[in-house]
């Protein structure tokens, strides 16, 4: 994982970034909103979020499209959890991310530990979670389009 | 599209341990902050390796007014009648995510019937609420002056007491009493800021301010009306005792023959003799002051009051010395001059010894001496 990071960072030295490229990545911050049907059940609805105070649960949501005429492989989209948030879980119907407690190591939640005084570690929680990535294996098309999404709360 | 320059992954990554390290216990994020989040994203396209970042999405963190208000004492508070600065005492602690001005409402009024036990009597005289400035838990007149709480930073606790006057009515015997808390605008120190208003829920948030969201308790249930939750107000109730309405006081006349101008030893009740008379009070009820005693006492016929001989003070040996030490009272009832709470006259037309004690402890006496001759 620390390998592919390096080589992402070599690549920024020699191919500075195109202000416009052809992956169009929307990040949104949303929250829940539970909505009544005219049937009696009740749905899960994501609405912009206009009043957030502590304790409130968000959902960030990366939107992406494939805006330029050639397919794009190996998309990664690394998020670094906001300060003052902590991440949760995967949003409802978003694929699940590889987290990192440094930035640097990904990988499964139950996957990671945490280095505590004493030179021993503890398994990592939620709230130890500083970056959420998402890594997209296959190649996608020109015009495809997809999103992933996670809970935070804030602190 | 705003699309920020790249940011490269490794510097987000070293950002991202300086966050873990204070990920635990951490406070509430203070109102107004601004939240933003942006992904970094890689990709290559025909082998050549891109970079780019997302959108940033943002919001601002409002103002969740949350706080307590508790009663800080353990029972009603024990008052006599008449006592001054009496004190209930409160604690106000501020849950906000933000540092709050909060004003403070003393209130004998509203006081739901049932929450505290027993039947409120009588209202306490110049009820007012103040500020425990000093921080030592305990009133301090002229120096805990403050009537609202200046700028309570958020988890920060102040003790608040409410001070009045006990009226002298006989029939007092409860009076409850309520600490009504409503929280004000904070960020100008010693300013007294005004109460806040909850932003209406239904209007859309204007984005970038911070909205004002209540999320205050019900501070006294909902069985009472004193407070509702989600108000930007909280209330506790405490109140004051009349505990003990009487004291066990006794007072014990003896007479002792000083001098009868023959035996020098043994005087006897001849003509002539000097006789001083001994009332011993006596408050027999612990740690309650008898105030304003006043005696009276006639000189018996065929004797003859001794002037100035009236003597007031601790008690001394029985038989021997009636005031032990104690001070000489003059016979006119002009007793401006009097300062150690002991005052005596003696009215020649009626014949009659009066003195007057401001004050008896408890569990303690105090002896008044006069002298008559028999005729």
Redesign the interface.
Known sequence: MLRS?T???V??G????????????????MVEAKQRADDGSTRVALLP???????DR?V???A?RNV?R?P???????????????YRAPAQGSAVPDV?????TYGALAALR?PVAGGSTRAATA??V??VRWRIDRPIAAGTQGQFAFQAI?? | ?F?R??I???L??????C??GT??A????T?G?V????????????G????????????V????VNFTVVTDQSGMTQVNLGQQNAVTTFKVTNLT?DAQDFLLDPDQQSISLGILPGTDNFDMLNLKAYVDSNGNGVYDAGVDTATYIDELAPDASVAVFLVGNVPTTPTAQLAFDSLHVIVAAGGATATKGTALIA?D?NL??ADNTV?I?F?DDDSDGTLYLGDIARNGQGRAYSGYEIGTHNVALTVTKSARIVSDGVNLLFPKALPGATVEYCLLVNNATLLTAATGVNLSDVVPVKTTYVPGSISIGLPGVPGIACVLSGSAEDDDADDAAESDGFTASFDGSTKTVAAHLDSVNGASSIAVAFKVTIN
Not at chain 1, 72 to 86: E, H, Q
Not at chain 2, 35 to 46: E, F, G
Not at chain 2, 48 to 59: G, H, I, L, R, V
């Open positions: 990071l080589i992402a960072a690549a920024l020699a191919f500075p970034a195109v202000a416009a490229g052809p992956l169009e990545v929307t990040s949104r911050v979020a206009r009043r957030v105070v502590p304790g968000v960030f949501v990366l992406y330029g050639q794009l492989s190996d998309i990664v989209l690394d998020n670094p959890v906001p300060a003052g948030l902590a990192s407690i440094d930035g640097k945490v709230e130890d500083t970056n804030l602190r | 599209m699309v320059k790249a490269p992954a490794l987000a990554g070293s950002a991202g341990l966050f873990a990920a635990q951490a406070p509430q994020t109102a902050t939240i933003n989040n942006t992904a970094s994203v890689t990709y290559t396209v025909n050549t390796a891109q970079s780019s970042t997302s959108t940033t999405a943002t919001f963190v409002d103002r969740k995510n932003t829920l859309a948030n909205d969201v999320a």
